[in-house]
């Protein structure tokens, strides 16, 4: 490989990061082609990208986009990057935690929030994986943020259908 072809990966995998909400970070090492290409497939079906990068390359592309390297434990052994397609980074948290759970040799890294150029330790992207699906996350922040207002219109509406009643009352009395 060339120059020009290495400056040109490079450039893919930093511009790949910067577009994606969560990069998870894997050792595959001792794992063979097989089982990898398994992975890959799987990962595609769940619209997530799966990719092998050397560590020199991936170095490269964090400093292109602004991003402190990782622990240096983390660079030990060939490292393999998850991306989201479809905007659920959960998914991608779960698929690697599973992974690392069927075989003992996938070592979860951490991850990367790009657009925060923060890094999350392999405890947090267990964490992660642990919350559910994202529309499972979601649903429960808007329960959550609608769940006052519903206790305040059924306080609201006690209240008003006393008042109604009592009013009722009051001119029944009255008429009688």
Do not use: H, Y
């Not at 120059?3 to 063979?32: D, P, Y």
């Amino acid at each position: 490989m060339n120059k020009t072809e290495k400056k040109v990966r490079i450039e893919e995998l930093s511009n790949s990061l910067k577009n994606t909400q969560l990069a998870v970070f894997a050792s595959f090492r001792g794992i063979g082609t097989p089982e990898v290409f398994e992975k890959r497939k799987k990962a595609k079906s769940d619209k997530a990208d799966f990719q092998l990068v050397k560590n020199r390359f991936l170095k490269k592309a964090l400093a292109e986009i602004g991003v402190d390297s990782a622990a240096p434990g983390f660079w030990k052994d060939e490292i393999a990057i998850l991306k989201s397609t479809n905007g659920d980074p959960i998914r991608l948290a779960q698929m690697l935690t599973d992974w690392a759970g069927q075989n003992k040799k996938v070592k979860i890294k951490g991850a990367l929030l790009p657009t925060k150029k923060t890094w999350l330790t392999p405890e947090d992207v267990v964490k992660i994986s642990k919350l559910g699906s994202l529309k499972q996350v979601q649903a429960s922040v808007v329960g959550a943020l609608v769940a006052p207002n519903l206790k305040l219109m059924g306080i609201l509406n006690t209240v008003l259908s006393q008042l109604v009643w009592i009013l009722q009352a009051k001119c029944q009395q009255e008429k009688a």
